[in-house]
């Protein structure tokens, strides 16, 4: 008998980028890789709109396309090598309106936290932008919505079991006990 292996390819990278408290609409989105926080050979990463600042870089056939969504935007197989031994930064500039928005530097994130995900939270704080890797993605703050379909999720199974019970026409013991197993 042949035993048959998958080999199945990993996950696909994929970066996220939060935005929150945004002054105005956002114009352009770049993402910038940079080996020190001189930063004298940028790399432009991903990009989203036509940024027109002096500021901005070049576009290039090798840089990934950031798919944004309201506040959020996501990049597929932006990759960061989990094996170099110095973690490259990343900075974001941000166009909206007439001003262009200038990031910290945050390091990449490390491979053994999410995998080949990454996830970033960009604040605009007054005058500045703010980039940090964020420690949990997509915090859930509010366990409520989960209690809530758990409820209803047992309410209905309750239901359902009591329909068959009844269609079966069993005694009073079976209901008990059938119950007792379902709680």
Same mark, same amino acid.
């Given at each position: 008998?042949?035993?048959?292996?998958?080999?199945?390819?990993?996950?696909?990278?994929?970066?996220?980028?939060?935005?929150?408290?945004?002054?105005?609409?956002?114009?352009?989105?770049?993402?910038?890789?940079?080996?020190?926080?001189?930063?004298?050979?940028?790399?432009?990463?991903?990009?989203?709109?036509?940024?027109?600042?002096?500021?901005?870089?070049?576009?290039?056939?090798?840089?990934?396309?950031?798919?944004?969504?309201?506040?959020?935007?996501?990049?597929?197989?932006?990759?960061?090598?989990?094996?170099?031994?110095?973690?490259?930064?990343?900075?974001? #500039?941000?166009?909206?309106?007439?001003?262009?928005?200038?990031?910290?530097?945050?390091?990449?994130?490390?491979?053994?936290?999410?995998?080949?995900?990454?996830?970033?939270?960009?604040?605009?704080?007054?005058?500045?932008?703010?980039?940090?890797?964020?420690?949990?993605?997509?915090?859930?703050?509010?366990?409520?919505?989960?209690?809530?379909?758990?409820?209803?999720?047992?309410?209905?199974?309750?239901?359902? #079991?009591?329909?068959?019970?009844?269609?079966?026409?069993?005694?009073?013991?079976?209901?008990?006990?059938?119950?007792?197993?379902?709680?």
């Amino acid at each position: 008998m042949a035993i048959a292996q998958a080999n199945a390819l990993p996950p696909p990278s994929l970066s996220w980028f939060r935005f929150e408290n945004i002054p105005e609409q956002l114009e352009a989105i770049q993402v910038v890789e940079c080996d020190t926080v001189a930063c004298q050979k940028p790399v432009l990463l991903a990009n989203s709109g036509a940024c027109t600042e002096s500021e901005c870089l070049p576009l290039t056939d090798s840089v990934f396309n950031l798919d944004c969504r309201g506040e959020t935007c996501l990049v597929h197989d932006l990759f960061f090598d989990p094996n170099a031994e110095k973690k490259d930064l990343i900075r974001l #500039l941000v166009q909206t309106g007439d001003r262009l928005w200038v990031s910290n530097f945050a390091p990449t994130p490390t491979t053994e936290v999410y995998g080949f995900s990454s996830y970033w939270l960009a604040q605009f704080r007054g005058d500045r932008l703010v980039l940090v890797a964020e420690p949990t993605p997509f915090p859930r703050d509010d366990p409520i919505p989960f209690l809530q379909g758990l409820l209803i999720t047992l309410l209905t199974e309750a239901v359902i #079991l009591a329909l068959i019970l009844q269609r079966l026409k069993l005694d009073r013991t079976v209901w008990v006990r059938t119950f007792v197993s379902f709680g």
